[in-house]
């Protein structure tokens, strides 16, 4: 089964609650949410209060990605803000077995991030313990760039991963999805795809939503 996560970063935050409506009917399994602090990336977000607006408007998962430093200190704020899935970055989390257990306690399904440079091979010590792994196809901070082109080559290598340990995370991708690549990265083998100026910033919110749908589940 593969799932559409659109992120609400580029959504119109004054009609959030439409935007999701329009997404929610338009084929979106998960709703991604960017959670940025202007230290782990050069923008800033919102934080758990959004978060828990957004809860309000969808049955849909949560799907949280934090892109700030010491997510430890937050992640029982975001879980009971509403997130259902909390993913960490690998390059910020020193205890990254601990914190990936803290998740799992507190009721959520656990996801590590890499970074476009972090190798797909850092994960081998953690992976079997993890339910998602997001592997982040450009430099996080902002919607809108450009998709990094070896990404599809790490895809594979994180599928490989997974036969290799017998593990059963999903594998998302994030940043740079379009009609143009979807399919391609799914023939990679991605589970989970976010996908925020290709939906948000359509003129048809719905019909692009829809038709990345259905270039997945092909
Ligand atoms: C970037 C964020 C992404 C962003 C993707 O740091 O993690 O989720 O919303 O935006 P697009 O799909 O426009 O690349
Ligand atoms: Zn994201």
Redesign the pocket.
Known sequence: MKLLAP?I??ADLSNLAQQIRLVEMSGADWI?C?IMDGHF?PNITFGPVVVKAVKKCTKLPLDV?L?IENPDLFLEDFRNAGADIISVHFEEVIHLNRTINRIKEIGAKAGVVINPSTPVSSLVDIAEYIDLLLIMT?N??????SFISNSERRIKEAVELRKSLKANFLIEV????SSKNISAISKAGCDVF?????IFNSDNISAAATELKNLISK
């Open positions: 992120s970063l580029s991604h960017d990336v990605h892109m450009v996080p901070g902002f919607g809108g760039q994030d940043g740079g999805i976010v996908a925020g100026s290709s």
